[in-house]
């Protein structure tokens, strides 16, 4: 039976989102028990109705709360009764399998990186969501852990990323791709030039440079880059979506035609909208630590904390930690 | 009159494209005069039909050409006789007053740099095309002229991008924001956090940081980022918006009703294409030199040339280099 450690107060709407998250995924897995650590008080009011899963629920009262406000660093040294805190080290003495979070970002990594730590020969964990192409998902690494990065990490990232997506999505041997602002080797920025050929080395099914407009064009299942890039692209693709979608829906009303238009277009709105979902994949995991974290968005519903918690579940099953140091022992056993 | 000189041969479509989009500009503009630069033989035949124009086109006989595939820097110290180098060289002598090439971007930046030279106290001319917001358009710089930066390079595309909305789309006090990953203002990496109290300091409104998601929100009016970064928002924002217009138009022709609607909703798609359509607003200028200069994009068609000249003509008459110069020595005072 897997065990989730979940920070029941981290996140927008937590700690009813978390809580009935948590419920939701218990039903929907026999096979699972949840920790729910947080401030008891508000946490047990919200589980009255849930007689039938409660066998498999812990409520673990965390006196110390974690906030978007306290500084990472600090917040996971001196909070030490908190929910992030407990939760890494109970994945590093094995009594969890896996933590989940719609919490603090930075202090979900400073957990990760300090409390947890990370795998042999992985210099930096990073942040990896699966982003809509309109045909699949694809896995961004880093989207924001690692803002400045060194030409050595982005090959760990690609070894991360291929075996994430070789064992949450079955793919078999994932396009890995250097975001670049070329398609030809020899373009870029100092980073991405060095990095360059020690993508071509790595142990993974490397394609080369992917520039931005081919990142959601379906050519790579691995969309490797700095933190700063990742994060801007994660951003700027909701942006540019938003202000699409808005100017479409701004001009589909303008016109009585064009309303009409789009009150008998509404299923394939409906549908594109779904297709561009990617609350169904779960949170973005860290990968690179000795363990399994998913750190959801922060304005997680209970679904998408269901979802989150459902990729946890998996990626501990599919021992991805394990697979991932595999691959940066193959990659460091190449670059000797 | 105003005198531009045209790369004739530089583009994908050239020299039609070119050749015709200089005779849109001059029956346009009866105050102009081009000089069309180029393989004198493939240029004449295409001007049988412009003898209204003719006493306004000079046709300058250039045997070089330099393409995509030279090396930018050795090009243009190399191919003499070519029409980036001496439309370089013109302004700098001051017999033309704007110099437009859809040809190679690396020769046009290395022939700024080396032929036509900076503005003093420029450390990096830029690129800075303009980009649909929805409502409007911003200037992104630069977007790919330079792309490793020092942080004292960003506000100096500040001001730049400042004096161009000022001149050419008459906006008072332009909002200049910082592309970063955080509205915070201590967030970013290592060149963005140096940037930042740069930009505060500097003679132009700045607005704070700017977030991937907000970039097309209207928050600035012009956006400031590196090279790397800002090549990566140009064509990620068109490789996400040809996705999502493609995932529309595919579910809108899978079911009868929606594909009815989309025909209904014909005109609104047509505003929307022609709001996101930045042909109109010409090309790329080159910002920072000492001169006009406007690199249009390689698949232009005649009109999108032809734009790109009006574009150069307005920036040599609301004298735009003086201007940057001027805003570039008020940056300098303030920093000493």
Do not use: W
Not at 65 to 76: C, E, F, G, L, S
Not at 84 to 101: C, N, Q
Request: glycine content about 10%.
């Amino acid at each position: 039976m897997a065990h989730i450690f979940l920070d029941a107060m981290g996140g927008d709407n937590a700690p009813k989102s978390t809580v009935f998250g948590a419920v939701e995924a218990l039903r929907e897995n026999k096979e699972l028990k949840i920790t729910l650590a947080g401030i008891e008080e508000e946490i047990r009011p919200l589980l009255q109705d849930c007689a039938d899963v409660m066998d498999r629920i812990t409520v673990l009262h965390t006196p110390d709360v974690i906030t978007n406000h306290d500084a990472p660093v600090m917040a996971v040294r001196q909070k030490k009764q908190s929910a992030i805190v407990l939760g890494m080290l109970a994945l590093k003495e094995g009594t969890a399998d896996g933590f989940v979070s719609s919490g603090s970002t930075g202090a979900v990594l400073a957990g990760g990186m300090f409390r947890l730590g990370r795998l042999e020969g992985v210099d930096r964990p990073a942040l990896a969501p699966l982003l809509p192409n309109g045909k699949d998902f694809f896995c961004l690494i880093d989207c924001g852990a690692n803002v400045d990065c060194l030409p050595a990490y982005l090959p760990q990232f690609g070894v991360m990323g291929s075996a994430y997506m070789q064992m949450m999505r079955g793919l078999k041997n994932p396009r890995v791709g250097l975001v670049n602002i070329g398609a030809e080797n020899e373009k870029g920025n100092a980073l991405t030039k060095e990095a360059f050929p020690l993508m071509q080395e790595a142990p993974f099914n490397f394609v080369g440079n992917v520039e931005g407009r081919d990142i959601t064009a379906d050519v790579a299942d691995v969309v490797v880059c700095d933190g700063f890039c990742g994060n801007l692209i994660l951003k700027f693709m909701e942006g540019v979506s938003t202000t699409l979608l808005g100017m479409i829906k701004r001009e589909m009303m303008a016109d009585t035609r064009s309303k009409l238009g789009a009150l008998m277009a509404k299923p394939a709105f409906r549908r594109v909208k779904k297709a561009m979902n990617y609350e169904e994949v779960g949170g973005a995991p860290l990968l690179g630590v000795k363990g399994v974290v998913v750190k959801a968005h922060g304005s997680s519903n209970a679904h998408a904390i269901a979802c989150a918690i459902r990729q946890a579940v998996t990626m501990y099953e599919k021992k991805l930690p394990e697979n991932i140091q595999s691959g940066i022992n193959e990659l460091l056993s190449r670059a000797e």
